[in-house]
C-alpha cells in the first residue's frame, strides 16, 4: 500500500525524501528517542491494518508509547520526516478513525493511568488509554461516574472517546463526551504543548478565525444535540464559553494528540428502572420517544425485534428476558432517590407511552440481561438472518428526535430500494439510529435484485450518498457519535456549505498546517470507496478439514466475521466473560481474538502476510491461543479462533513434519489406549518413572512437555474394563436407557468420575449402559489440527455411539471438552454423515441430564450440601460450547454456596503442558483460578468438571479437584449411609 506524505509549500520539511525513505528514517529514529515499543514487524503492522471499520490501511510502523515524552518524540518525528501519525486507543472505531499509512500510536497499552479522582470537584485526571470501565469504577466508589458511556466501555479508552466525541445510552441526561471534557493537555502538528480549557488564546490566529465567521457557526454547527459530523466548532463561541478544549473534542486525531485529560463526572443515581415499552414497529416506537423525553429519562433505546431474534439464536432464549407485546422496543431508564421513586416514574412513562404493552425491570438480572442485549448490538448485528455479512459505514447517523419516525420509515424504503437489508437499533432519545447493513463488499457487488456486476465499493458509495442526503434533508448528521473517519468525511458536503468546509479547513490549519496528523480524515478527506478491507480479500474455499458450514465453507469469509468491536480485549474481570486468556495475560494486541483475525485476514488478502498458511506470521501470531473456543460464544460477530487455528495447522503441516507435541500430546488417547493394553504393569511403571524428577524431566523435554509440569497419575485401571469385568446393572429393566461415555480422560486418568456418575445416574432411576467398546472423540487431534485424524477417530465415535441415538438413547458425557466436541466440532468434521445430527442431538452433561431428564418415576433429588462452599471452575469449552447453567442450577438446589469463577484455567489442554508455553499458562491461571484457590478456606471444594482444570489447580496450587458426578456423588452417599 503507498505511504501517504502531505506536505505544504514553506513547511520546512526535506520533501525530497521519498515516502519508503522518509519511513525508513522516522523508524530509526523512533527506536532511538521512544522508550516505548517501536514495531515495523510485518505481524504488527497486520494487526493494526483495521480498526472496527470496513478500511484496510497498512501502517508503516506501530509505537507503544510509555509516556509523554514518547509521544512528544513521535510527534517530532511525524513533523520532520512528514511521516502521517494516526492516534489510536482500543482500536475500537467504526469509521476508520484509528489506522493510517505512517506512525500508529497506541495509547492503550501502556498510557492507561487514573492520575486523580476528586470527589469534591467531581472530576478525574486520565491518561489517553484509560479504559472507560475502569475510571467507571475507579470514580464509583465515590458515587460517581463518567455520563457517556458507549457500548464498548470494556474496551474503549478516555483518548479515543475524545477524539470521536463519543456517547452512548446515557448522553440523554448527560450529554456527548465534548459536553463532560473540562480540559485537554495536547500538543499540535506545529509542536506546541498546552492545555486547552477556557479561552482561545493557545492558538495564534484562532480568536481573529472566531470573530470573523460567527454568523456561520450559529447557523451551520451545533444545530442539535448529536451534530457529531465535522468538527464541533461551535464550542468557541462567545455565547459558550469559547471552550478550546471541548472544539477539540471530535477532531478525530487531526488537530492535535492528546497527553491528558480532566474530565467531569457526575453523581451515579441512587435507584434505577428500566421500564421496556412494546410497539408494533421500530418507526412507531421512534414517533413515541419526544413526548416521553419530559419525563428526564437516563436512558431511551430502540431495540428491534429481529436482533433479539438474532440473539436467541446465537445464545439460546434464555439469554432474553419476557418482553411485552411488539416488533420494536423502547428501553427506558429512569432514576430516583430510591427504588420506589424510580418505579414511580417508570409507571408514569409507562402510562404516558401509548405502547401495545409494556414491563418493568427493577435493577437485577432481567435489566442486566437487556444491557447485554444492547452493548453487543454492534457484533450481534453483524449478519442477517439469512446470514450475510452486514457491514458498518452507515451505522450512527442522528436527526432531532422529532423527525426520527419519518426519518426511519424513508431510510427502510432507502434499503429496499437496494435490496440491502439491516437491525436498527440505537439511542433513540437522542435521534441517533445504529444499523448494520448487507452491502455486497464480500461478493464483488453484484446487485442482488438486479444481478448487474458493479464494485462493491461502487454499491456501497451510491447507497452512503443517497442516506447521506436523506439525513441532511431531515437536518440531521452523518454521525451521532462515532466521528466521520474515513466512512463519512468524503460526505460532508452533503450536510455542510462549501464555507462551513472551508472554515473547518482553516481551522485544522491553524493547529497542523503541514497535514501530518490522520490525513485523509475531515479534512482533504480519502473517498469513501477507496482502501476497503473486504473486497480486497478473495474466496478461500477450504478442500479439507471444518466444513465451516456457516461460512459456506469460505475461510475468508469467516475471518471477517471479526468486525473489530474488541469485546476481546475486555477485561474478564468486569465483563464476566471468557474470551481471549492470553490477551489477559499479555495485554498485547497481538494476543487478542481481534489481532490473530487481522493476521488471518491479511494472509488472504496476501499483500503483506505473504506464504499463505506457512507465512510466519501466522504460526506466531495462533502460537499463543489456548483454543479455548471462548471466542465463539462471548464474540458478538460468533469469531471462532480455536476452529481456525485448527484449520491453520492443517493446513501448515499437512504432508510435513509436525512439531513433536503433535505426536506426544496431540495423539494421547493413542498412547493411553496403548498403555492401558499392558495391564497394570505399564501403568505402574510409568508412574513409577514420572515420579522420579531426575528421570521424569528429560522424559519430558524429549515429548516437547515443559519440565516444570507434573505428570498425571495412570489409573491401574480403566473404568471401561472394571465396568465390563463386573457387568454392571444399575437400575432396572422399566428405566430409561442413558449411554455413559467415558472419554479417554476420564476413562483412563478419572475413573473414579465415570464410576460416580455411573452410581449417581443408577441413583436417579437411569437404566446405565456403557458402549461395548471405546472410541476416543479425537480432542486432540483437533486442537493440533490433525484434523484427518480426527475425522477417522469421530467417525469410529459415530459407529459406536449412532446405534443408541437411534434408538432414542441420551448420552451423557463427562469431560467438557470432549462432550462439546460431539456438540459442535463432530458436525465440523462429519456433517455430511447424517449420524453426526443425531448423536450431537442425543448428548447431554450431567447437570443437563439431572435437572430436565429425570425419569417420570424417579424421586432422586440433589444431596443436602448446605455448609459446602465451592470455587467453582466452569469449562472453557462448556462455556462456550455446553452452556453453564444446568450445573448452576444443580447447586442451587444442592445447597451448595459458589464462588464461580471467570475465565480459563490456563491449562488449555496441551497448551499449558507445551514447552514455551508455561509462563504464559501461569499467568492466566493468575487472573482467576490461582488468586481463589489461595482465599479459600481449608475446607472449600474446588469443583472443575475439567481434567486440565483440576490439573493445572494440583499442578500450580497443590490443590485436588473434583467432578460434579463425585461432589454429589460422595455427599449423596453419606446422607445415604447416615439414614
Known amino acids: 500500500m503507498t505511504l501517504e506524505l502531505m506536505h505544504m509549500p514553506g513547511s520546512g520539511q526535506q520533501t525530497a525524501a521519498s515516502p519508503a525513505e522518509a519511513l525508513h528514517t522516522a523508524v530509526a529514529r523512533l527506536r532511538a528517542e521512544v522508550g516505548g515499543e517501536v514495531d515495523d514487524t510485518v505481524r504488527r503492522r497486520a494487526e493494526y491494518s483495521t480498526d472496527a471499520s470496513n478500511y484496510r490501511v497498512v501502517p508503516g510502523v506501530v509505537v507503544a508509547p510509555r509516556d509523554a515524552d514518547d509521544v512528544l518524540a513521535a510527534v517530532a518525528v511525524a513533523r520532520e520526516t512528514g511521516v502521517p501519525l494516526t492516534s489510536r486507543g482500543g482500536g475500537t472505531s467504526i469509521a476508520g478513525n484509528a489506522i493510517g499509512t505512517g506512525i500508529v500510536l497506541d495509547f492503550s497499552r501502556h498510557l492507561n493511568r487514573i492520575e486523580a479522582v476528586d470527589p469534591e470537584a467531581r472530576t478525574a485526571r486520565v491518561q489517553p488509554g484509560v479504559v472507560l470501565s475502569d475510571l467507571q469504577r475507579a470514580a464509583g466508589k465515590h458515587g460517581l461516574r463518567f455520563g457517556p458511556d458507549p457500548s464498548t466501555h470494556t474496551r ?247 423527525h426520527l419516525g419519518a426519518y426511519l420509515r424513508e431510510f427502510e424504503t432507502l434499503m429496499d430500494g437496494y435490496d440491502v437489508t439491516g437491525l436498527p437499533y440505537g439511542h433513540f432519545g437522542d435521534g441517533c439510529i445504529h444499523v448494520r447493513i448487507d452491502l455486497p463488499l464480500e461478493d464483488g ?258 515429548a516437547g512437555i515443559d519440565p516444570r509440569r507434573g505428570v498425571p497419575r495412570f489409573a491401574s485401571e480403566t473404568f471401561s474394563r472394571g465396568w465390563r469385568r463386573e457387568q454392571r446393572v444399575v437400575a432396572g429393566a422399566d428405566a430409561p436407557r442413558v449411554v455413559l461415555w467415558a472419554d479417554s480422560f476420564s476413562d483412563v486418568l478419572s475413573p473414579s468420575v465415570p464410576q460416580a456418575a455411573a452410581r449417581l445416574l443408577g441413583d436417579a432411576g437411569f437404566d446405565v449402559t456403557v458402549p461395548e467398546r471405546s472410541a476416543c472423540c479425537g480432542l486432540t487431534w483437533i486442537s493440533t489440527g490433525q484434523l484427518d485424524g480426527a475425522r477417522a477417530r469421530l467417525t469410529d465415535l459415530l459407529d459406536v455411539l449412532a446405534p443408541h441415538a437411534e434408538a432414542g438413547h441420551l448420552i451423557v458425557g463427562l469431560e467438557p471438552s470432549c462432550t462439546a466436541v460431539l456438540r459442535s466440532d463432530l458436525l465440523e468434521l462429519c456433517g455430511d454423515d447424517p449420524r453426526a445430527r443425531q448423536v450431537a442431538d442425543a448428548t447431554r452433561t450431567l447437570a443437563e441430564l439431572l435437572t430436565d431428564h429425570l425419569p417420570q418415576h424417579s424421586t432422586w433429588t440433589p444431596p443436602d450440601l448446605n455448609g459446602v462452599t465451592a470455587v467453582v471452575q466452569p469449562h472453557c469449552h462448556q462455556h462456550a460450547v455446553l452452556g453453564f447453567d444446568a450445573d448452576r442450577r444443580l447447586l442451587a438446589a444442592a445447597g451448595v454456596t459458589v464462588r464461580e469463577l471467570a475465565g480459563c484455567c490456563g491449562l488449555a489442554g496441551n497448551f499449558g503442558m507445551e514447552q514455551g508455553h508455561y509462563d504464559v499458562s501461569v499467568a492466566v491461571a493468575e487472573n482467576s483460578l490461582l488468586p481463589a484457590l489461595r482465599e479459600a478456606g481449608a475446607e472449600t471444594v474446588l469443583l472443575a468438571d475439567g481434567f486440565s482444570c483440576r490439573t493445572q489447580a494440583a499442578d500450580l496450587a497443590g490443590a485436588r479437584g473434583v467432578h460434579l458426578a463425585e461432589l454429589l456423588h460422595r455427599k449423596g452417599a453419606g446422607a445415604a449411609e447416615e439414614r
Not at 465535522?230 to 468557541?236: F, I, N, Q, T, V
Request: charged share 20%.
Open 156 to 402: 474503549a479508552t478516555l483518548g479515543g472517546m475524545i477524539g470521536n466525541n463519543a456517547c452512548g445510552p446515557h448522553a440523554v441526561a448527560y450529554g456527548k463526551t465534548a459536553d463532560n471534557v473540562a480540559s485537554l493537555t495536547v500538543v499540535d502538528g506545529t509542536g506546541r504543548q498546552y492545555t486547552a480549557g477556557r479561552g482561545l488564546d493557545p492558538i495564534p490566529g484562532l480568536d481573529a478565525l472566531v470573530g470573523s465567521q460567527l454568523a456561520l457557526l450559529r447557523t451551520e454547527f451545533g444545530r442539535f444535540a448529536r451534530q457529531a459530523s465535522g468538527y464541533s466548532l461551535e464550542h468557541l463561541l462567545p455565547e459558550k464559553g469559547a471552550h478550546l478544549a471541548r472544539a477539540l473534542v471530535g477532531t478525530e486525531g487531526t488537530a492535535a494528540v492528546l497527553l491528558d485529560a480532566e474530565v467531569d463526572l457526575v453523581p451515579v443515581a441512587p435507584a434505577r428502572v428500566l421500564v421496556v415499552l412494546g410497539y408494533p414497529d421500530m418507526p412507531a416506537a421512534a414517533d413515541a420517544v419526544p413526548a416521553l423525553l419530559g419525563h428526564h429519562p437516563l436512558a431511551v433505546e430502540g431495540l428491534d425485534a429481529r436482533l433479539v431474534d438474532v440473539v436467541r439464536r446465537h445464545h439460546g432464549s434464555g439469554r432474553v428476558p419476557p418482553l411485552p407485546k411488539g416488533a420494536g422496543w423502547l428501553m427506558i431508564e429512569v432514576g430516583g432517590a430510591d427504588t420506589a421513586e424510580a418505579l414511580r416514574t417508570g409507571e408514569a412513562i409507562a402510562a404516558d407511552a401509548q405502547a401495545l404493552d409494556h414491563t418493568v425491570f427493577p435493577a437485577g438480572p432481567a435489566a442486566t440481561a437487556m444491557w447485554r442485549i444492547r452493548e453487543d448490538g454492534a457484533g450481534l448485528a453483524g449478519r442477517t438472518a439469512e446470514g450475510r455479512q452486514a457491514w458498518p459505514g452507515w451505522e450512527d447517523a442522528a436527526v432531532p428526535p422529532e
Open 445 to 702: 457487488g453484484t446487485s442482488r435484485s438486479s444481478g448487474a456486476e458493479s464494485g462493491g465499493g461502487e454499491v456501497m458509495r451510491d447507497f452512503l450518498h443517497d442516506a447521506a442526503r436523506l439525513v441532511a434533508s431531515y437536518g440531521g448528521s452523518l454521525s451521532g457519535e462515532h466521528g466521520d473517519g474515513r466512512a463519512r468525511s468524503g460526505l460532508l458536503p452533503l450536510m455542510y456549505s462549501a464555507e462551513a468546509l472551508d472554515l473547518m479547513g482553516r481551522f485544522k490549519a491553524l493547529f497542523d498546517p503541514d497535514r501530518v496528523l490522520n490525513p485523509g480524515v475531515l479534512v482533504d478527506p480519502r473517498p469513501v470507496d477507496a482502501d476497503l478491507r473486504r473486497p480486497a480479500a478473495p474466496s478461500l474455499p477450504l478442500r479439507r478439514g471444518l466444513q465451516l458450514a456457516e461460512d459456506s465453507g469460505d475461510f475468508a469469509k469467516a475471518v471477517h466475521r471479526c468486525t473489530g468491536v474488541g469485546k476481546c480485549r475486555a477485561d474478564n474481570s468486569a465483563s464476566g466473560g471468557f474470551m481471549c486468556p492470553s490477551y489477559q495475560a499479555t495485554h498485547d494486541e497481538k494476543d487478542s481474538t481481534r489481532g490473530r483475525a487481522r493476521v488471518l485476514q491479511e494472509m488472504v488478502n496476501g499483500t503483506l502476510v505473504e506464504g499463505g498458511w506457512r507465512a510466519p506470521e501466522v504460526q506466531e501470531s495462533l502460537d499463543l491461543c489456548l483454543s479455548c473456543k471462548a471466542c465463539a460464544s462471548d464474540c458478538p460477530a460468533g469469531v471462532d479462533m480455536a476452529a481456525y487455528k485448527s484449520q491453520a495447522l492443517h493446513e501448515r503441516y499437512r504432508g510435513r513434519l509436525r512439531p513433536r507435541t503433535h505426536y506426544t500430546l496431540g495423539r494421547l488417547p493413542a498412547w493411553l489406549r496403548l498403555l492401558g493394553r499392558t495391564g497394570r504393569l505399564g501403568p505402574a511403571l510409568a508412574n513409577a518413572l514420572t515420579r522420579v524428577r531426575p528421570l521424569a524431566r528429560p522424559l519430558l523435554r524429549l
